[in-house]
Protein backbone atom coordinates (compact mmCIF):
# COMPACT_ATOMS: atom_id res chain seq x y z
CA UNK A 1 0.00 0.00 0.00
CA UNK A 2 1.13 2.94 -1.12
CA UNK A 3 0.17 6.81 -0.22
CA UNK A 4 1.27 9.97 -2.95
CA UNK A 5 1.33 13.60 -1.30
CA UNK A 6 0.38 15.55 -4.53
CA UNK A 7 0.06 18.86 -5.33
CA UNK A 8 1.18 22.45 -7.06
CA UNK A 9 4.30 23.71 -6.04
CA UNK A 10 4.74 25.58 -2.53
CA UNK A 11 2.10 24.27 -0.60
CA UNK A 12 3.65 22.56 2.26
CA UNK A 13 4.03 18.55 0.90
CA UNK A 14 7.28 18.38 1.74
CA UNK A 15 6.82 19.58 5.15
CA UNK A 16 3.69 17.20 5.59
CA UNK A 17 6.22 14.42 4.04
CA UNK A 18 8.51 15.20 7.03
CA UNK A 19 5.69 15.52 9.50
CA UNK A 20 4.38 12.05 8.94
CA UNK A 21 7.86 10.21 8.35
CA UNK A 22 10.13 12.37 10.72
CA UNK A 23 12.15 11.84 7.12
CA UNK A 24 15.40 14.14 5.80
CA UNK A 25 13.33 16.56 2.89
CA UNK A 26 14.34 19.57 1.63
CA UNK A 27 11.49 22.29 2.91
CA UNK A 28 11.78 25.97 1.29
CA UNK A 29 9.82 28.60 0.29
CA UNK A 30 9.66 28.19 -3.10
CA UNK A 31 8.19 26.08 -6.00
CA UNK A 32 10.09 22.75 -6.85
CA UNK A 33 11.87 22.20 -3.50
CA UNK A 34 11.16 18.64 -4.41
CA UNK A 35 12.73 17.11 -7.63
CA UNK A 36 13.05 13.17 -6.97
CA UNK A 37 10.51 11.86 -4.92
CA UNK A 38 10.80 11.21 -0.99
CA UNK A 39 10.17 7.87 0.19
CA UNK A 40 9.35 7.13 3.58
CA UNK A 41 7.47 5.68 6.24
CA UNK A 42 4.20 6.97 8.28
CA UNK A 43 2.82 5.42 10.83
CA UNK A 44 -1.34 5.33 11.04
CA UNK A 45 -2.67 5.00 15.01
CA UNK A 46 -5.05 2.95 16.23
CA UNK A 47 -6.42 1.42 19.46
CA UNK A 48 -4.32 -1.75 20.01
CA UNK A 49 -5.98 -5.30 21.20
CA UNK A 50 -3.58 -5.84 23.93
CA UNK A 51 -6.26 -4.39 26.51
CA UNK A 52 -8.83 -6.22 25.45
CA UNK A 53 -6.57 -9.41 25.48
CA UNK A 54 -5.08 -8.39 28.35
CA UNK A 55 -1.60 -8.82 27.57
CA UNK A 56 1.34 -6.71 26.90
CA UNK A 57 2.32 -6.64 23.28
CA UNK A 58 5.66 -6.59 21.50
CA UNK A 59 5.29 -5.37 18.20
CA UNK A 60 8.07 -6.37 15.32
CA UNK A 61 6.15 -3.99 12.98
CA UNK A 62 5.58 -0.55 13.98
CA UNK A 63 5.43 0.59 17.73
CA UNK A 64 2.79 0.64 20.56
CA UNK A 65 2.65 3.20 23.11
CA UNK A 66 0.36 3.86 26.01
CA UNK A 67 -2.34 1.35 24.14
CA UNK A 68 -1.81 2.61 21.00
CA UNK A 69 -0.39 0.95 17.92
CA UNK A 70 1.61 2.50 15.34
CA UNK A 71 1.26 0.76 12.20
CA UNK A 72 3.49 1.75 8.80
CA UNK A 73 2.89 2.29 5.56
CA UNK A 74 4.25 3.52 2.86
CA UNK A 75 4.31 7.45 1.56
CA UNK A 76 5.67 9.47 -1.40
CA UNK A 77 6.25 12.86 -1.95
CA UNK A 78 6.38 13.71 -5.19
CA UNK A 79 7.47 16.94 -7.32
CA UNK A 80 4.97 20.10 -7.57
CA UNK A 81 2.47 19.71 -10.37
CA UNK A 82 1.34 22.92 -12.34
CA UNK A 83 -1.28 23.78 -14.88
CA UNK A 84 0.18 22.36 -18.19
CA UNK A 85 1.73 19.26 -16.79
CA UNK A 86 0.29 16.57 -19.11
CA UNK A 87 2.09 18.69 -21.97
CA UNK A 88 5.26 18.07 -19.81
CA UNK A 89 5.34 22.21 -17.92
CA UNK A 90 6.98 22.28 -15.21
CA UNK A 91 7.99 18.43 -13.75
CA UNK A 92 5.39 17.02 -16.24
CA UNK A 93 5.58 13.65 -16.77
CA UNK A 94 7.90 13.08 -13.55
CA UNK A 95 5.31 14.17 -11.09
CA UNK A 96 2.02 12.57 -13.20
CA UNK A 97 4.17 8.79 -13.34
CA UNK A 98 5.27 8.86 -9.49
CA UNK A 99 1.75 10.17 -8.22
CA UNK A 100 -0.25 7.63 -10.38
CA UNK A 101 1.65 4.28 -8.06
CA UNK A 102 0.01 5.64 -5.51
CA UNK A 103 -3.05 4.21 -3.82
CA UNK A 104 -4.70 6.59 -2.90
CA UNK A 105 -3.72 10.31 -3.11
CA UNK A 106 -2.83 13.08 -0.38
CA UNK A 107 -3.14 16.61 -1.99
CA UNK A 108 -1.42 19.42 -0.35
CA UNK A 109 -3.53 22.93 -1.09
CA UNK A 110 -2.56 26.37 0.37
CA UNK A 111 -5.93 27.35 2.78
CA UNK A 112 -4.51 30.25 3.26
CA UNK A 113 -4.20 31.67 -0.11
CA UNK A 114 -0.85 32.66 0.01
CA UNK A 115 0.41 30.96 -3.41
CA UNK A 116 -1.10 30.60 -6.89
CA UNK A 117 -1.12 27.30 -9.05
CA UNK A 118 2.10 27.83 -9.80
CA UNK A 119 3.95 27.96 -6.21
CA UNK A 120 4.61 31.36 -6.59
CA UNK A 121 3.76 33.79 -3.50
CA UNK A 122 0.36 36.08 -4.18
CA UNK A 123 -2.44 36.92 -2.14
CA UNK A 124 -6.31 35.37 -1.80
CA UNK A 125 -6.06 32.62 -4.07
CA UNK A 126 -8.52 29.91 -4.05
CA UNK A 127 -7.19 26.74 -3.29
CA UNK A 128 -10.06 25.04 -4.49
CA UNK A 129 -8.53 26.20 -8.13
CA UNK A 130 -5.39 23.99 -7.19
CA UNK A 131 -7.62 20.85 -6.31
CA UNK A 132 -9.45 21.22 -10.08
CA UNK A 133 -6.24 21.69 -11.64
CA UNK A 134 -4.69 18.49 -10.34
CA UNK A 135 -7.86 16.62 -11.46
CA UNK A 136 -7.75 17.88 -15.10
CA UNK A 137 -4.00 17.10 -15.11
CA UNK A 138 -4.53 13.56 -14.12
CA UNK A 139 -7.65 13.18 -16.58
CA UNK A 140 -5.83 14.65 -19.17
CA UNK A 141 -2.21 12.49 -18.86
CA UNK A 142 -4.51 9.23 -18.53
CA UNK A 143 -6.61 10.30 -21.20
CA UNK A 144 -3.57 10.91 -23.91
CA UNK A 145 -2.02 7.27 -22.74
CA UNK A 146 -5.58 5.77 -24.36
CA UNK A 147 -5.86 8.24 -27.58
CA UNK A 148 -2.40 6.80 -28.58
CA UNK A 149 -3.33 3.20 -28.31
CA UNK A 150 -7.47 3.63 -29.24
CA UNK A 151 -6.59 2.47 -33.00
CA UNK A 152 -5.70 -1.13 -31.36
CA UNK A 153 -8.15 -1.32 -28.74
CA UNK A 154 -11.17 -0.49 -30.61
CA UNK A 155 -10.41 -3.79 -32.65
CA UNK A 156 -10.77 -5.83 -29.65
CA UNK A 157 -14.05 -7.08 -28.62
CA UNK A 158 -12.67 -7.14 -24.76
CA UNK A 159 -11.87 -3.95 -24.67
CA UNK A 160 -11.93 -3.82 -20.50
CA UNK A 161 -9.23 -6.39 -20.79
CA UNK A 162 -7.57 -3.88 -23.62
CA UNK A 163 -7.66 -0.85 -21.77
CA UNK A 164 -6.22 -2.52 -18.57
CA UNK A 165 -3.37 -3.99 -20.49
CA UNK A 166 -2.14 -0.64 -21.76
CA UNK A 167 -2.63 0.99 -18.54
CA UNK A 168 -1.61 -1.68 -16.36
CA UNK A 169 1.62 0.60 -15.57
CA UNK A 170 -0.93 3.10 -13.53
CA UNK A 171 -1.78 0.21 -10.68
CA UNK A 172 -5.28 0.33 -11.74
CA UNK A 173 -7.43 -3.18 -11.85
CA UNK A 174 -9.21 -4.53 -14.60
CA UNK A 175 -11.95 -4.79 -12.62
CA UNK A 176 -11.74 -1.14 -11.47
CA UNK A 177 -11.51 -0.30 -15.63
CA UNK A 178 -14.79 -2.45 -16.25
CA UNK A 179 -16.56 -0.21 -13.42
CA UNK A 180 -15.05 2.91 -15.18
CA UNK A 181 -16.85 2.00 -18.47
CA UNK A 182 -20.20 1.36 -16.54
CA UNK A 183 -20.37 4.02 -14.37
CA UNK A 184 -19.43 6.49 -17.65
CA UNK A 185 -21.92 4.71 -19.52
CA UNK A 186 -19.80 3.34 -22.59
CA UNK A 187 -19.67 0.37 -24.39
CA UNK A 188 -16.63 -1.99 -23.60
CA UNK A 189 -16.53 -4.04 -27.31
CA UNK A 190 -14.69 -2.60 -30.21
CA UNK A 191 -14.27 0.68 -28.09
CA UNK A 192 -14.81 3.73 -30.80
CA UNK A 193 -14.56 6.84 -27.94
CA UNK A 194 -14.95 10.14 -28.80
CA UNK A 195 -12.12 12.43 -27.14
CA UNK A 196 -15.12 13.29 -24.73
CA UNK A 197 -15.72 10.03 -24.14
CA UNK A 198 -11.96 8.94 -23.06
CA UNK A 199 -12.12 11.98 -20.94
CA UNK A 200 -15.05 10.87 -19.01
CA UNK A 201 -13.73 7.61 -18.79
CA UNK A 202 -10.32 8.82 -17.53
CA UNK A 203 -11.65 10.90 -14.85
CA UNK A 204 -13.92 7.85 -13.27
CA UNK A 205 -11.55 5.55 -13.69
CA UNK A 206 -8.95 7.61 -11.72
CA UNK A 207 -12.10 8.67 -8.93
CA UNK A 208 -12.49 4.81 -8.40
CA UNK A 209 -8.80 3.87 -8.10
CA UNK A 210 -6.83 6.95 -7.27
CA UNK A 211 -9.18 8.71 -4.74
CA UNK A 212 -7.69 12.00 -3.45
CA UNK A 213 -7.95 13.54 0.14
CA UNK A 214 -7.51 16.90 0.80
CA UNK A 215 -5.12 18.41 3.23
CA UNK A 216 -5.87 21.84 3.70
CA UNK A 217 -2.54 22.75 5.04
CA UNK A 218 -1.23 26.29 6.95
CA UNK A 219 -4.58 26.06 9.18
CA UNK A 220 -3.00 28.01 11.50
CA UNK A 221 -2.36 30.85 9.26
CA UNK A 222 -5.80 31.13 7.39
CA UNK A 223 -8.43 33.18 7.90
CA UNK A 224 -10.83 31.53 10.53
CA UNK A 225 -13.74 30.85 8.15
CA UNK A 226 -11.33 29.40 5.07
CA UNK A 227 -11.51 25.96 5.71
CA UNK A 228 -15.26 26.02 5.80
CA UNK A 229 -15.68 27.95 2.58
CA UNK A 230 -13.30 25.37 1.05
CA UNK A 231 -15.23 22.14 2.13
CA UNK A 232 -18.82 23.84 1.26
CA UNK A 233 -16.60 24.59 -2.26
CA UNK A 234 -15.55 20.94 -2.67
CA UNK A 235 -18.23 18.56 -1.57
CA UNK A 236 -17.20 15.87 -3.28
CA UNK A 237 -13.93 15.59 -1.52
CA UNK A 238 -12.70 14.14 1.59
CA UNK A 239 -10.88 17.70 3.39
CA UNK A 240 -9.25 17.76 6.08
CA UNK A 241 -7.48 21.26 8.02
CA UNK A 242 -4.18 20.37 9.54
CA UNK A 243 -0.81 22.65 10.12
CA UNK A 244 1.93 20.33 8.68
CA UNK A 245 4.52 23.04 10.27
CA UNK A 246 2.91 22.58 13.43
CA UNK A 247 3.08 19.26 13.24
CA UNK A 248 6.37 19.08 12.45
CA UNK A 249 7.65 21.08 14.90
CA UNK A 250 6.12 19.19 17.72
CA UNK A 251 7.42 15.65 16.87
CA UNK A 252 10.54 17.41 16.34
CA UNK A 253 11.12 18.62 19.89
CA UNK A 254 9.36 15.31 21.14
CA UNK A 255 12.66 13.77 19.11
CA UNK A 256 14.92 15.49 20.99
CA UNK A 257 12.84 15.12 24.74
CA UNK A 258 11.88 19.04 25.06
CA UNK A 259 8.38 17.99 25.10
CA UNK A 260 6.47 14.51 25.79
CA UNK A 261 3.61 14.81 22.84
CA UNK A 262 2.07 11.54 21.08
CA UNK A 263 0.92 12.29 16.98
CA UNK A 264 -2.92 13.31 16.87
CA UNK A 265 -2.79 14.24 20.36
CA UNK A 266 -4.54 17.83 21.34
CA UNK A 267 -1.91 18.20 24.28
CA UNK A 268 1.44 17.38 24.96
CA UNK A 269 3.74 18.47 28.36
CA UNK A 270 7.19 20.16 28.49
CA UNK A 271 9.70 18.12 30.07
CA UNK A 272 12.75 20.14 31.58
CA UNK A 273 13.66 24.04 31.71
CA UNK A 274 13.03 25.83 29.14
CA UNK A 275 13.95 29.46 27.49
CA UNK A 276 11.62 32.41 26.85
CA UNK A 277 11.64 31.69 22.92
CA UNK A 278 10.98 28.07 23.30
CA UNK A 279 7.96 28.75 25.55
CA UNK A 280 6.52 31.16 23.78
CA UNK A 281 6.62 28.83 20.69
CA UNK A 282 5.18 25.85 22.69
CA UNK A 283 2.25 28.33 24.04
CA UNK A 284 1.16 28.71 20.68
CA UNK A 285 1.27 25.17 19.15
CA UNK A 286 -0.67 24.28 22.44
CA UNK A 287 -3.22 27.13 22.10
CA UNK A 288 -3.85 25.99 18.38
CA UNK A 289 -3.97 21.54 19.13
CA UNK A 290 -5.99 22.21 21.87
CA UNK A 291 -8.68 22.36 19.76
CA UNK A 292 -8.78 19.65 16.76
CA UNK A 293 -4.85 18.55 17.36
CA UNK A 294 -3.04 19.47 14.16
CA UNK A 295 -4.86 17.34 11.71
CA UNK A 296 -1.83 15.39 10.65
CA UNK A 297 -2.38 11.96 12.01
CA UNK A 298 -6.59 12.27 11.20
CA UNK A 299 -5.56 12.93 8.03
CA UNK A 300 -3.39 9.94 8.02
CA UNK A 301 -6.23 8.05 9.86
CA UNK A 302 -8.83 8.91 7.61
CA UNK A 303 -7.19 8.14 4.24
CA UNK A 304 -6.73 4.31 5.74
CA UNK A 305 -9.51 3.82 7.42
CA UNK A 306 -12.55 6.03 5.77
CA UNK A 307 -11.64 6.25 2.57
CA UNK A 308 -9.52 2.79 1.73
CA UNK A 309 -11.89 1.04 4.20
CA UNK A 310 -9.06 -1.03 5.35
CA UNK A 311 -9.23 -3.25 8.44
CA UNK A 312 -6.49 -4.07 10.96
CA UNK A 313 -5.64 -8.33 11.56
CA UNK A 314 -3.29 -9.54 13.99
CA UNK A 315 -1.61 -12.49 12.57
CA UNK A 316 -0.31 -14.99 15.55
CA UNK A 317 1.21 -18.63 15.78
CA UNK A 318 -0.10 -19.57 19.12
CA UNK A 319 -3.65 -19.18 19.32
CA UNK A 320 -3.57 -19.19 23.32
CA UNK A 321 -0.62 -16.80 24.36
CA UNK A 322 -1.20 -14.65 21.15
CA UNK A 323 2.75 -15.18 19.92
CA UNK A 324 4.59 -15.49 17.92
CA UNK A 325 7.49 -18.52 17.46
CA UNK A 326 9.78 -16.46 19.78
CA UNK A 327 7.30 -15.60 22.37
CA UNK A 328 6.40 -12.11 21.01
CA UNK A 329 3.13 -10.87 22.00
CA UNK A 330 1.25 -9.66 19.33
CA UNK A 331 4.15 -9.26 17.23
CA UNK A 332 2.38 -7.47 13.43
CA UNK A 333 -0.70 -6.14 12.71
CA UNK A 334 -1.29 -6.34 9.15
CA UNK A 335 -3.34 -3.68 7.31
CA UNK A 336 -5.66 -5.03 4.62
CA UNK A 337 -8.14 -3.92 2.59
CA UNK A 338 -12.09 -4.63 3.84
CA UNK A 339 -13.78 -7.99 2.33
CA UNK A 340 -10.41 -9.87 2.39
CA UNK A 341 -10.25 -13.11 3.52
CA UNK A 342 -8.20 -15.70 5.43
CA UNK A 343 -6.38 -16.86 2.46
CA UNK A 344 -5.17 -13.67 1.19
CA UNK A 345 -4.03 -12.80 4.86
CA UNK A 346 -1.85 -15.74 4.39
CA UNK A 347 -0.94 -14.63 1.04
CA UNK A 348 0.62 -11.14 2.66
CA UNK A 349 2.89 -12.84 5.30
CA UNK A 350 4.27 -15.02 3.08
CA UNK A 351 2.96 -17.04 -0.33
CA UNK A 352 4.42 -20.67 0.91
CA UNK A 353 2.16 -20.41 3.59
CA UNK A 354 -0.97 -19.25 1.12
CA UNK A 355 0.43 -21.77 -1.47
CA UNK A 356 -0.05 -24.60 1.62
CA UNK A 357 -2.60 -23.24 3.71
CA UNK A 358 -5.11 -25.80 5.42
CA UNK A 359 -7.46 -23.38 7.37
CA UNK A 360 -7.62 -20.83 10.08
CA UNK A 361 -7.79 -20.50 13.85
CA UNK A 362 -9.90 -17.31 15.34
CA UNK A 363 -7.65 -16.82 18.63
CA UNK A 364 -10.48 -14.83 20.11
CA UNK A 365 -13.07 -17.55 19.96
CA UNK A 366 -10.46 -20.78 19.90
CA UNK A 367 -12.37 -21.66 17.09
CA UNK A 368 -11.63 -22.96 13.22
CA UNK A 369 -12.70 -20.97 10.33
CA UNK A 370 -11.97 -21.75 6.35
CA UNK A 371 -9.69 -20.43 3.94
CA UNK A 372 -12.68 -18.50 2.25
CA UNK A 373 -13.82 -16.74 5.58
CA UNK A 374 -14.26 -13.14 5.55
CA UNK A 375 -12.08 -11.21 7.88
CA UNK A 376 -13.08 -8.22 10.90
CA UNK A 377 -11.23 -5.34 11.60
CA UNK A 378 -9.15 -6.15 15.02
CA UNK A 379 -9.16 -10.02 14.39
CA UNK A 380 -6.60 -12.02 15.99
CA UNK A 381 -5.98 -14.86 13.48
CA UNK A 382 -3.39 -18.30 13.63
CA UNK A 383 -2.65 -19.19 9.92
CA UNK A 384 -2.29 -23.59 9.85
CA UNK A 385 -0.09 -24.84 6.63
CA UNK A 386 0.97 -27.26 5.60
CA UNK A 387 4.22 -25.16 4.65
CA UNK A 388 7.31 -25.81 7.18
Given at each position: ???G?IG??N??K?T????????SA???N???T??K???G??????EC?????????????????????Y??????????????A???????N????N???????????????KT???????????P???????????????????????????K??????AL??????L???ES?V??????????????????????N???????????????????????A???????????N???I????????????????????????????????????E????????K????K???????L???T?????K??????V????K?T???G???P????L??G???R????????D?A???????D??????I??????KD???I???????
Amino acid sequence: MLIGIIGAPNKGKSTLFSALTMASAEIANYPFTTIKPNHGVAYVARECVEKELKVKCKPKNGICKEGTRYIPIQIVDVAGLVPGAHLGKGMGNQFLSNAICADVLIQVVDLSGKTDSSGNLAENCNPADDVKMVADELAHWVAGIIKKHIGGVSKRKDGARALHEILAGLRVSESQVESAISLSSQTSSNIGWSEQDIENFSRTLLRISKPIIVAANKLDVANADALGRLKKELVNYNVIGCSAAIELALRKAEKSATISYLPGSKEFSALGQLNAEQSKALNYMKAFISKEGTGVQELLHRTIFDVLKIIVVYPVEDENKYTDHFGNVLPDALLLENGRNVRDLAEKIHSDLAKNLLYAIDARKKMRINKEHILKDNDVIKIVSAAK
